[in-house]
């Protein structure tokens, strides 16, 4: 498993804006401070926004904020914004239904586990704790 370098983006874009002190900051600006392209900083300032972890402000004053707390973000957080939910294989959560092979499956149904832990494990780290790391 390997996250994309959009969520890696995503990750700075979103302490980007967090350490700034403005009301909001605008995609160029973010795409200065972090040296991303503007087009990619724009595409993932809309993931972000359609799953709610920024909001836009319209018109020549615009720009984006965060909708919460940094400190309530989470690594799941921007990979779910990102890359949609975390499901390690098509076998997590009942989707075994439409595979060729569960007659002959060994691990029928037990990728859940796995796939828990590993939501778990990205939920404990919270986005403030990649900082100076």
């Known amino acids: 498993m390997k996250i994309s ?3 890696d983006y995503a990750v700075c ?6 350490q700034k002190d403005v009301k909001h ?4 600006d973010i795409a200065e ?9 724009s595409k993932i300032l809309k993931a972000l926004t359609r799953k709610g972890l920024v909001k836009s402000v319209l018109g020549a004053g615009g720009g984006y904020y965060l909708s919460d707390d940094i400190a309530n973000f989470s690594v ?9 939910e ?12 439409t595979c060729d092979y569960t007659d002959t499956c060994l691990v029928e149904g037990k990728w859940d586990h796995v796939n828990n832990a590993v939501i778990s494990a990205l939920k ?6 990649l900082v100076g790391q």
């Open 33 to 41: 401070d972090t040296g991303f392209p503007l087009p990619t900083v």
């Open 5 to 7: 370098k959009l969520t």
């Open 76 to 84: 799941a957080d921007a990979v779910v914004a990102m890359e949609g």
């Open 25 to 28: 900051i605008s995609a160029a």
């Open 86 to 97: 975390i499901q390690l294989t098509s076998c997590v959560d009942g989707c075994c239904e």
């Open 13 to 18: 874009i979103l302490l980007t804006i967090a």
């Open 124 to 129: 404990s780290v919270k986005l403030v704790d």
